[in-house]
């Protein structure tokens, strides 16, 4: 389900790997809820969502901090967005998830991967195109 694309690199290596390690816990989720052979899982299925939700606030005030230090225009809408995913991932409803715990987690992760996707597709591609547009061109003189 989890699944990287070259598609999501948005030319910065330290975000591309933080990304990365996002989409690989959310595999790890996925992988969880999916092995019929496990008994009671619901304390394992917690355990790996608290990662999931620590490793994104670390991700996204990391990707902050880089914005803020190249005054990046679009800070603001990219922290909104930020805090309405971690605002959503704090405020699970964690009766309804002990309910149907597969069913409620199947759910959740398709939030998760898509809003994952869109926003680094929507959104994170474009500190590419700013940071690209930092560098100094190159000049086509040749001397």
């Not at 996925?30 to 939700?53: M, S």
């Not at 715990?101 to 939030?111: A, N, R």
């Amino acid at each position: 389900m989890f699944e990287w694309k070259d598609d999501y690199n948005c030319g910065i290596k330290r975000i591309d790997e933080e990304h990365k390690r996002l989409f690989e816990i959310g595999e790890s989720v996925y992988d969880l809820i999916i092995n019929e052979n496990h008994a009671d899982y619901f304390g394992d299925v917690l355990n790996l969502i608290d990662d999931l939700k620590e490793y994104t606030v670390y991700h996204f005030e990391d990707e902050e901090r880089i914005m803020k230090l190249y005054d990046y225009p679009e800070y603001k809408e990219q922290k909104k967005a930020h805090d309405a995913f971690i605002n959503k991932i704090e405020n699970l409803d964690l009766e309804e998830l002990d309910e149907d715990i597969q069913k409620s987690v199947l759910k959740l992760l398709d939030f998760i991967y898509d809003w994952i996707s869109k926003h680094i597709l929507g959104m994170d591609l474009k500190l590419k195109d700013y940071f690209d547009s930092l560098k100094p061109k190159k000049s086509s003189k040749s001397i």
